[in-house]
């Protein structure tokens, strides 16, 4: 089975200049998450999508961020525009959901290293 | 609100030798989730396990072993003979066991094991 795809898994950018991540869960996983990791410490989470609808955006910088999961699957995470303390590493994650249901592991893309110069 | 604490920021040990990584944890809810992630250089989380509030059990997989003490808010792990590969960071996190679901990490520890 295919793990949690990202992409790009670098980018380096200016600040104020506008970037974007991709993510594709695990198939048929209907939980998608955004966390962002400074460096040095845990990830803390941006946003939560169930199915295409939004669960949490309560740390999501909605000025400068924002994200989308149209068709329930893909989702993709903008930053408009960047500034210095956005470099971080963005990790994407996915878990089946099933409600009412005691497992509900979220499993982990290999992340997006943003660098803002 | 959730909190979790990993007060060793980072552990070296000597391969071979046994090393236990500490995790306390603070919540309001009476059941939750408990986790472990390994993050090796490579950056991506690798899940290790999950334990639920009721679950008290300890468990051990191979090497690895978890201590699960309700009283003390803790959820201890430990990796007995070390090896080079287990170099990382390995984090504790936790999540309601309704609602919401987001995992809240503690900060890591970074694990050094030399050869």
């Known amino acids: 089975e295919a793990g949690v795809a990202q992409s790009p898994r670098y980018k380096i950018i200016e600040k104020r200049q506008s970037v974007a991540f991709w993510c594709n869960p695990i198939?048929?996983?209907?939980?998608l998450y955004w966390y962002q990791q400074i460096l040095g410490q845990g990830p803390k989470l941006l946003i939560q999508?169930?199915?295409?609808?939004?669960?949490?955006d309560s740390q999501l910088p909605k000025d400068r961020f924002s994200a989308e999961r149209l068709k329930g699957v893909d989702s993709t995470l903008k930053i408009q525009p960047a500034k210095l303390e956005d470099s971080a590493v963005y990790l994407c994650?996915?878990?089946?959901?099933?409600?009412?249901?005691?497992?509900?592991?979220?499993?982990f893309g290999p992340g997006t290293r943003l660098t803002v110069l | 609100a959730q909190k979790v604490t990993q007060a060793q920021t980072e552990i070296s040990v000597v391969e071979k030798e046994d090393v236990t990584l500490d995790c306390v944890y603070e919540?309001?809810?009476?059941?939750?989730?408990l986790f472990w992630y390994k993050q090796p250089p490579s950056g991506e989380l690798v899940f290790l396990i999950r334990?639920?509030?009721?679950?008290?059990q300890n468990e051990i997989s191979g090497r690895y072993s978890w201590n699960f003490q309700k009283s003390t808010s803790s959820f201890n792990f430990t990796i007995t003979a070390s090896q080079v590969v287990d170099s990382a960071v390995y984090f504790c996190a936790l999540s309601e066991a309704t609602g919401r679901r987001a995992l809240t990490f503690g900060s890591g520890t970074r694990l050094q094991v030399q050869p």
């Open positions: 198939s048929g996983h209907a939980t």
């Open positions: 994650a996915s878990s089946l959901r099933q409600i009412a249901s005691s497992t509900d592991t979220q499993y």
């Open positions: 334990r639920n509030s009721f679950d008290e």
């Open positions: 919540t309001r809810d009476t059941t939750y989730y």
């Open positions: 999508f169930q199915n295409n609808g939004v669960v949490d």
